[in-house]
């Protein structure tokens, strides 16, 4: 027994206006009964669903809401296929704010609220009170980190993000290899 009582556990996290509830599912499962051999190894790869961006940590890294199996998680998400400039704390590093603002402008609704000079803990309380955008994602597989490879289409579902990232030159091509 853990540090419930109950079949249930009742989570409620407030953040400014929405609320979320989580239960979790009443049947329990006996993972004695189950043949290890026949069990596939969870995995995202290949997933294509919708997510809304929740918050941007740098050019190449930022976290999603993900309707998973009728819950709502939170994701760390890394962009595939690039890596942007590190954005350092008290840093002039204007490489790595100039393409957090680029993606920022690509992937969120927030993009003419703010600027390249908005400090990390002003933009992530932006993003989660007005961005509304959906996103279309393309989930790759986990890192050894537990953070999640993926592509992000633009709107029209043609062309990726990070296509458009490596046009404008605020990051730098790279071939992920997922660990």
């Known amino acids: 027994m853990g540090c419930t009582d109950s079949k249930f556990l009742n989570t409620v996290a407030k953040k400014e206006e929405i609320t979320i509830v989580h239960k979790s599912n009443t049947e329990e ?3 004695n009964s189950f043949d290890i051999s026949t069990v596939k190894s969870f995995t995202f790869n290949g997933i294509i669903t919708d ?5 941007i940590i740098s050019g190449d890294t930022f976290k999603v809401l993900m309707n998973i199996n009728n819950q709502p998680n939170i994701f760390s998400i890394k962009m595939y296929g690039y890596n942007a400039p590190n954005i350092k704390k008290k840093s002039t590093n204007f490489e790595g704010r100039l393409a ?25 309380k932006i993003i989660q009170k007005h961005n509304k955008k959906i996103i279309k994602i393309h989930l790759m597989d986990f890192d050894r980190l537990d953070t999640i490879y993926a592509r992000v289409f633009l709107e029209d579902m043609r062309e990726y993000v990070h296509d458009i990232m ?14």
């Open 51 to 55: 997510a809304k961006v929740v918050d």
């Open 100 to 124: 957090r603002y680029e993606l920022v402008c690509l992937i969120t609704s927030v993009g003419e609220i703010i600027n390249e000079n908005t400090k990390s803990i002003d933009l992530t």
């Open 29 to 31: 499962i006996d993972l």
């Open 166 to 179: 490596i046009e404008n030159g605020v990051v730098y091509p790279y071939n992920n290899t997922i660990e």
